[in-house]
Nanobody
Framework: QVQLVESGGGSVQAGGSLRLSCAAS????????MGWFRQTPGKEREGVAG????????YYADSVKGRFTISQDNAKNTLYLQMNSLKPEDTAMYYC??????????????????WGQGTQVTVSS
């Protein structure tokens, strides 16, 4: 079992930056794919960024490449999403998620088992 708690959402103007954090607790000793997802009303949840905790390989959706950076602090069991050059279309509820994986399959944004409660990001034009 893994518990995930996001923080850091808020409102920002277009072109601004935010950093989301996701504190993990529970069984954090295994290898995991950890990811950030986002969802707006009426749309499917979209995988934004992912990282393999054992090795650190990162993966991004095309819509955020070059603007978002996913990182992890293993000592703090915390996942981050640095979001720069934000656009109004980045407005969404952002979720942290995790799934156990014995190999790096994190390019695939599916099969996630553990989810946080979400944090709202609003970008105004």
């Amino acid at each position: 079992q893994v518990q995930l708690v996001e923080s850091g959402g808020g409102s920002v103007q277009a072109g601004g930056s935010l950093r989301l954090s996701c504190a993990a607790s529970g069984n954090t000793y295994s290898s995991y794919c950890m990811g950030w997802f986002r969802q707006t009303p009426g749309k499917e949840r979209e995988g934004v960024a992912g990282v393999y905790t054992n090795g650190g390989s990162t993966y991004y959706a095309d819509s955020v490449k070059g603007r978002f950076t996913i990182s992890q602090d293993n000592a703090k069991n915390t996942l981050y999403l640095q979001m720069n050059s934000l656009k109004p279309e980045d407005t969404a509820m952002y979720y942290c998620a995790a799934r156990q994986s014995y190999y790096d399959s994190c390019a695939r944004f599916s099969g996630y088992r553990y989810w946080g409660q979400g944090t709202q990001v609003t970008v105004s034009s």
